[in-house]
């Protein structure tokens, strides 16, 4: 089983700072089902990220996914007012299952 | 969409039986999964079921079945033994890109409260 770990528990950012947001797996993964949602209170997660680096539909281009292998990161540049959030990596394996990590939590510095 | 309907509160050691109602589609082809968050957690993978099947997360298998209704647009959970640790917001969930199989389509979640 694939753990995903999340770091740091907490980024303390003004508006207008960038955010990097870190993911990273127990044993080497594909990076075709590493994806990363946000979640505000109260709301179901969104999708960001999948394939590791492509935005979904919608997704403003200041979020921006890389990595590969057991490494994984989320970047948020210019950070807006709407972005203070819970953001998660989650991973999809073949088997199918699907795994999550415990998050990351932007807050207004 | 995806909408997810059940008790709220359940009473120990009983069953929970939750329904998501799909529209817009019906549940063909793709995975359709059930998945809970605890306050403060990542959400946790519980159940899919597909057309051809379904599987379980190893750790919640042996209290967990998943269903789908013949009308193919309702697909349900059954989860036994409820304790407190259950106690959380249940959400059905799918994914639209076929390649990442990442989970886009969320129904809004249904809070379960384990409590006598």
């Known amino acids: 089983e694939v753990v995903l770990t999340q770091s740091p528990g907490t980024l303390s950012l003004s508006p207008g700072e960038s955010a990097t947001l870190s993911c990273r797996a127990s044993?080497?993964?594909?990076?075709?089902?590493l994806a990363w949602h946000q979640q505000k209170p109260g709301q179901a997660p969104r999708l960001l990220i999948h394939?590791?680096?492509r935005r979904a539909t919608g997704i403003p281009d200041r979020f921006s996914g890389s990595g590969s292998g057991t490494e994984f990161t989320l970047t948020i540049s210019r950070l807006e007012p709407e972005d203070y959030a819970l953001y998660f990596c989650?991973?999809?394996?073949?088997?199918?299952?699907?795994?999550f990590g415990q998050g990351t939590k932007v807050e207004l510095k | 969409q995806l909408q997810e309907s059940g008790p709220g509160l359940v009473s120990p050691s009983e069953t929970l039986a939750l329904t998501c109602s799909v529209s817009?589609?019906?549940?063909?082809?793709?995975?359709w999964t059930w998945l809970r968050q605890s306050p403060g957690k990542g959400p946790e993978w519980i159940a899919y079921?597909?057309?051809?099947?379904?599987g379980y997360n190893p750790s919640l298998k042996s209290r967990v079945s998943i269903s789908v209704d013949t009308s193919n647009t309702q697909f349900s959970l059954r989860m036994t033994s409820l304790t407190a640790a259950d106690t959380a917001i249940y959400y059905c969930?799918?994914?639209?890109?076929?390649?990442?199989?990442?989970?886009?389509?969320w129904g809004p979640g249904t809070k379960v409260t384990v409590s006598s």
């Open positions: 969930a799918t994914y639209s890109s076929g390649w990442s199989r990442a989970l886009d389509i």
């Open positions: 817009g589609d019906t549940i063909a082809g793709y995975y």
């Open positions: 079921v597909t057309y051809r099947g379904s």
């Open positions: 044993q080497s993964v594909s990076s075709t089902y």
């Open positions: 394939g590791s680096s």
């Open positions: 989650q991973l999809y394996t073949t088997a199918p299952t699907w795994t």
